[in-house]
């Protein structure tokens, strides 16, 4: 059977669509992905599945979802293909269009509650938009999963469906991984996607209370600019670094020489509030301790396997206290060094993408 896999993203750092394609290919299915080609988008690697990009005129907003939603719908229109799989709300409309027409079966991957992003909060038009056509399609897809256990209630209670949650997990047997960076300070890691609601502003305001230590920032985004603008304006050139993105098959060996990952999203909105990053994982996985915000889903990952902290404030000179505390407080690391060694045998791919074989493995005996 040959599956075809939409995203939006350029695919270079796409932890998600890269091991959700492995496993299928692995499994036996034939798999295309397709993407999209930025300006600044690196060259792809070579993968077991087979990729496509397509370069769009818009870049942003809704001429941008519109343009792509309209160039998917003829690719798709006459691709071959036996199953279709959508990620997220903005490739829906065209796989659904499509599905219906050349009746075709329809799978749906919610990596966030996408009407829920900080990004549409105030944006009360589009967000209408968007909300009519979650409305719309989702009550009609027989298959769909999401990232998360509450955000698949959250679905349920809308619409009635019932959707798997298949965690956004890192590959366990990755242990030949070297640390590709190297500082004679200890490294504070962000890694992922500059955005508004990251914690990042707060993060930059308590680095003026952290000594020997330097946060580096993984990624790129919307506010990557400003972030710099207040490295700048702050003289914080000595304690943050900036790396841009740096593809999945070598974001493991930065990784590995972080004392501390952070994740310290704020509540903006259900997304937010909901939200179980995939950096958690990667942290977990490269046996670093994390720090997270104070919300739901991933406060019971930290506890649960009792890995890292909780944060317990955001203002910065207590956020600064608890961070020392991580960094230099040996009995919590030794502590954390054990549990990490469980959490990452247990969090892993090689135990989730069961889960997902178990759903196309059922629609390829159908």
């Not at 942003?60 to 798709?76: D, P, S, T, V």
């Amino acid at each position: 059977m040959r599956i075809i896999l939409s995203v939006t993203s350029d695919l270079v750092t796409d932890q998600r669509i890269h091991k959700i394609a492995s496993s299928l290919r692995k499994t036996g299915f034939e798999v295309k992905v397709i993407g999209r080609k930025l300006k600044n988008s690196k060259e792809l690697e070579p993968q077991i599945y087979e990729t496509e990009r397509i370069k769009l005129f818009f870049e942003k907003k809704i001429f941008f979802y519109a343009e792509y939603n309209l160039r998917m719908f003829f690719k798709l229109l006459f691709s071959r293909c036996d199953i279709l799989l959508s990620n997220d709300l903005d490739t829906l409309t065209a796989n659904f269009l499509v599905s219906k027409i050349r009746n075709k079966i329809l799978i749906y991957d919610s990596h966030e509650y996408f009407t829920e992003v900080p990004e549409l909060q105030e944006r009360n038009f589009v967000k209408k938009i968007w909300t009519k056509i979650e409305k719309f399609i989702l009550p009609k897809i027989n298959f769909s999963y999401t990232v998360c256990q509450s955000i698949a209630d959250e679905y349920r209670k809308k619409y009635g469906i019932a959707m798997n949650v298949i965690r956004n997990l890192p590959y366990f047997n990755n242990e030949n991984s070297q640390k590709n960076f190297i500082s004679n300070k200890k490294i504070i890691l962000y890694q992922g996607v500059l955005n508004k609601g990251r914690g990042l502003e707060l993060m930059l305001e308590t680095m003026k209370f952290i000594e020997n230590a330097i946060f580096v920032i993984i990624g790129d985004g919307d506010i990557a600019e400003k972030l710099k603008n207040i490295v700048n304006e702050n003289f914080l050139q000595e304690k943050v670094l900036f790396l841009g993105k740096i593809p999945f098959s070598k974001l493991r060996s930065y990784t590995l020489a972080a004392e501390i990952g952070i994740s310290l999203e704020e509540n903006l909105g259900l997304n937010y509030y909901f939200a179980l990053p995939n950096k958690i994982f990667d942290y977990i996985a490269a046996k670093i301790p994390v720090l997270v915000s104070d919300l739901p889903e991933m406060k019971r990952i930290i506890e649960n396997f009792n890995v890292g902290m909780v944060a317990k404030s955001r203002k910065p000179q207590e956020l600064a206290a608890q961070i020392n505390e991580m960094l230099f407080n040996n009995e919590l690391r030794n502590i954390w060094e054990k549990n990490l060694n469980l959490a990452a045998a247990e969090l892993c791919w090689e135990k989730e993408e069961q889960k997902l074989l178990s759903i196309f493995n059922f629609l390829k005996n159908e």
